[in-house]
């Protein structure tokens, strides 16, 4: 994201799949804007033309989301410069943490049930605001590292 960019220029994306890599349901958030697609080549042509040619993030992007997108159709890219993990910025933001999984405690936990992707983009957005403001308070004046 450029400097200055706003997080309402980020497309936040997650997708969801079975235990096989089958792609289930995709889902992304940008600014007020949704989009809830089938985890099928027609959804990823979807969800590419929702991304734009702005930047994109989620939580695990990179070992995750992108790898299992590319394998539905090899014509979604991202390219690196557009891309934020804040499963990345979660670790460098707060490297003592014990866990980095997106905080789901506002969900209802029904067994079984395939998880809402597009709560989960919301989510990695919210993770994203989260480093940003831990970052942004770390005093580095001086080197004490």
Do not use: W, Y
């Not at 936990?109 to 942004?136: H, I, M």
């Amino acid at each position: 994201m450029a400097v200055g960019g706003r997080i309402d220029d980020v497309t936040f994306l997650d997708v969801e799949a079975d235990r096989a890599g089958r792609v289930i349901a995709i889902g992304a958030v940008r600014g007020a804007e949704t989009l809830r697609t089938a985890g099928d080549a027609v959804g990823v042509r979807a969800l590419a033309a929702f991304c734009g040619a702005g930047p994109v993030a989620g939580h695990n992007l990179c070992a995750h989301d992108l790898p299992l997108l590319v394998a539905l159709t090899e014509s979604f890219a991202i390219a690196p410069e557009r891309g934020i993990d804040t499963l990345i910025g979660s670790f460098l933001a707060d490297p003592t943490r014990l866990s980095h999984a997106l905080d789901k405690s506002d969900a209802p936990e029904q067994r079984g049930a395939v998880p809402d992707p597009v709560a989960d983009a919301a989510r990695a957005r919210d993770r994203l605001v989260q480093c940003a403001e831990t970052l942004r308070a770390l005093d580095v004046t001086e080197a004490s590292f």
